[in-house]
């Protein structure tokens, strides 16, 4: 089974401790970490095009 894959996605300067705890929780926890892959801009070079990991994950988690 892959892994589903979520995009967690906030206001750039604001939240940004919420979505690295987020993606820490998911992939540190040997249980969820089989099942979710974690998708933050912050993680990726600059020149990757994020609206092309928007569509290739199956769920967004929005902090507003």
């Known amino acids: 089974m892959a892994a ?3 995009f967690i996605s906030s206001v750039q300067n604001e939240f940004a401790q919420e ?3 987020m993606r820490d ?3 540190n926890d040997a249980l969820l970490s089989r099942f979710f892959d974690v998708f933050l ?3 990726v070079p600059a020149s ?3 609206l092309d ?3 290739q ?5 929005g902090i507003f």
């Open 4 to 6: 589903i894959r979520i």
């Open 19 to 21: 979505r690295k705890a």
């Open 25 to 27: 929780y998911l992939l």
């Open 41 to 43: 801009f912050e993680d």
């Open 48 to 50: 990757t095009l994020y």
């Open 53 to 55: 990991e928007l569509t």
């Open 57 to 61: 994950s199956e769920l967004y988690v």
